[in-house]
């Protein structure tokens, strides 16, 4: 059974590990921490070779039910798991309802189940649908179904507080389901906490969770588009006061740098790395400085309005991926990086950074050449991975405040 070891707590960051993962028990996952995103099970543009030459990469892996669940009756046929039949069985698994790198579809919800959209369209789940998908995939950690769609900014309070009550529907079905399944008797399964921007019913929902038999918790609903800083910084802090200690927090969908440390601050234990994958699908780069004495003249040639302004985008319905932000570099730009022959970022021990140049991406990318985001993909797992390391190293050594100030300069 799942342990976890708290090194320490300070000002609401939390640091440490969790052992005795896995289904054999072999696994150490370090918070604060980041799962791998995956899409169909496999690291975006990159093959399980590639992959490999990553430095520090997670023990846990992120695969979403949106672009495996028209394969679940494949994986059931299978009969070894999901993590057998996606060669990723080295991995810890983890599923989560919802792809963390596309903004859900809303309305399409309902009193018995709740909608995912895969490559063939809308696919409608029930409990029994859903548990059947999890039987077959065998995760040592997914997600409960659950009711999330309150992120429009035109929620009523009624639809949040059934969006509360739907959610601990499910959780009780699936609850019953999994305690009689043989097939998930080694995985865990994580309680969903909803609640919209309502304190009172992020409270209940949280209070209501605790009371199950759950092996964590999944903080749902908190995307930067969904609610201002402020707001999800207190709802955060609200909610980590009533979760127990021994169990872990995640969240989805905040994962850009900045947004990351405001939750490690609150309690969150882990994220996703779904933000490499869409700065990689926009062609551009990771250039954040997270390190003392770094370069910082690398982060100040994309700092334009439109990325300043994207800092502070709040409803709108475009797609997420559209946003760029201003902890990245737009290899796209002809004027500035076509005749670039230095690394993408100087110092970076990626394999992207030690052997190419800025130009040759930038003529990647505006030849469609494929290999442009097997680099670029390469390279923002690795700068990103790095950050992760550094948050838990300047958590071990005090220095949390200095890294934070190096990461967001300028944002405020």
């Given at each position: 059974?799942m342990?976890?070891?708290?090194s320490?707590?300070?000002?609401?960051?939390?640091?440490g590990?969790?052992?005795?993962?896995?289904?054999?028990?072999n696994?150490v996952?370090?918070?604060?921490?980041?799962?791998l995103?995956?899409?169909?099970?496999?690291?975006?543009?990159l093959?399980?070779d590639?992959?490999?030459?990553?430095?520090?990469?997670p023990?846990g892996?992120?695969?979403?039910l949106?672009?495996l669940a028209?394969q679940h009756?494949?994986?059931?046929?299978?009969?070894q798991?999901?993590?057998?039949?996606i060669?990723?069985?080295?991995f810890?698994l983890y599923c989560?309802?919802q792809d963390?790198?596309?903004?859900e579809?809303?309305?399409?919800n309902?009193?018995k189940?709740?909608?995912v959209?895969?490559?063939?369209?809308r696919?409608k789940?029930?409990?029994?649908?859903f548990?059947?998908?999890?039987?077959?995939?065998r995760?040592?950690?997914?997600q409960?179904?659950?009711?999330?769609d309150?992120?429009?900014?035109?929620?009523?309070?009624?639809?949040?507080?059934k969006?509360v009550?739907?959610?601990?529907?499910?959780?009780?079905?699936?609850?019953e389901?999994?305690?009689?399944s043989?097939?998930l008797?080694?995985?865990?399964?994580l309680g969903?906490?909803?609640?919209?921007?309502l304190l009172?019913?992020?409270?209940r929902?949280?209070r209501?969770?605790?009371?199950r038999p759950?092996?964590?918790f999944v903080?749902?609903?908190f995307?930067s588009?969904?609610?201002q800083?402020?707001?999800?910084?207190?709802l955060?802090?609200?909610?980590?006061?009533v979760?127990?200690?021994?169990?872990?927090?995640?969240?989805h969908a905040v994962?850009r740098?900045d947004?990351?440390?405001?939750?490690?601050?609150?309690?969150v234990?882990?994220?996703?790395?779904s933000f490499?994958?869409q700065?990689t699908e926009r062609?551009?780069?990771?250039v954040?400085l997270?390190?003392?004495?770094?370069d910082?003249?690398?982060c100040?040639?994309?700092s334009?309005?439109?990325?300043?302004?994207n800092?502070?985008?709040?409803?709108?319905n475009?797609?997420m991926q559209s946003?760029?932000?201003r902890?990245?570099?737009?290899?796209?730009?002809?004027?500035?990086?076509?005749?670039?022959?230095?690394p993408?970022v100087?110092?970076?021990?990626?394999?992207?950074?030690e052997?190419?140049?800025?130009a040759?991406?930038?003529h990647?990318l505006?030849?469609?050449?494929l290999?442009?985001?097997?680099?670029?993909?390469?390279?923002?797992?690795?700068h990103?991975?790095?950050f992760?390391k550094?948050?838990?190293?300047?958590?071990?050594?005090?220095?949390?405040?200095?890294?934070?100030?190096i990461?967001?300069?300028?944002?405020d």
């Amino acid at each position: 059974m799942m342990k976890v070891l708290l090194s320490n707590v300070t000002n609401g960051c939390r640091v440490g590990s969790i052992t005795e993962l896995g289904r054999h028990g072999n696994k150490v996952l370090e918070f604060p921490g980041c799962l791998l995103y995956t899409r169909c099970g496999a690291a975006p543009h990159l093959t399980h070779d590639v992959l490999q030459k990553i430095e520090d990469l997670p023990v846990g892996l992120q695969i979403t039910l949106p672009t495996l669940a028209e394969q679940h009756h494949v994986v059931k046929d299978f009969q070894q798991g999901i993590g057998r039949f996606i060669g990723m069985e080295d991995f810890f698994l983890y599923c989560s309802v919802q792809d963390p790198a596309v903004r859900e579809a809303t309305g399409y919800n309902f009193n018995k189940g709740m909608s995912v959209w895969g490559s063939g369209g809308r696919i409608k789940l029930e409990v029994a649908d859903f548990m059947g998908i999890q039987k077959a995939f065998r995760p040592d950690w997914y997600q409960c179904m659950c009711d999330g769609d309150t992120t429009s900014p035109n929620t009523s309070n009624k639809r949040v507080g059934k969006s509360v009550d739907r959610t601990l529907n499910f959780l009780d079905q699936c609850l019953e389901t999994h305690q009689k399944s043989q097939e998930l008797r080694d995985s865990e399964i994580l309680g969903v906490i909803e609640g919209g921007d309502l304190l009172e019913e992020r409270l209940r929902s949280a209070r209501e969770t605790c009371k199950r038999p759950v092996g964590g918790f999944v903080l749902d609903g908190f995307q930067s588009f969904a609610m201002q800083r402020e707001t999800r910084r207190n709802l955060l802090k609200a909610v980590m006061d009533v979760l127990p200690e021994d169990k872990p927090r995640l969240i989805h969908a905040v994962s850009r740098p900045d947004e990351v440390l405001d939750a490690v601050e609150c309690g969150v234990d882990f994220f996703d790395t779904s933000f490499p994958y869409q700065v990689t699908e926009r062609g551009c780069a990771l250039v954040f400085l997270f390190t003392k004495g770094a370069d910082s003249n690398v982060c100040s040639d994309d700092s334009s309005e439109q990325a300043a302004n994207n800092q502070q985008f709040q409803g709108s319905n475009e797609d997420m991926q559209s946003e760029m932000s201003r902890f990245e570099m737009n290899l796209n730009d002809k004027e500035k990086y076509a005749c670039d022959l230095g690394p993408v970022v100087a110092g970076c021990s990626c394999y992207c950074c030690e052997n190419h140049s800025r130009a040759y991406v930038h003529h990647l990318l505006q030849t469609g050449e494929l290999l442009a985001r097997v680099l670029l993909m390469m390279h923002n797992f690795h700068h990103y991975l790095g950050f992760f390391k550094a948050i838990r190293e300047s958590l071990h050594q005090g220095t949390f405040q200095e890294l934070k100030a190096i990461v967001t300069q300028g944002t405020d």
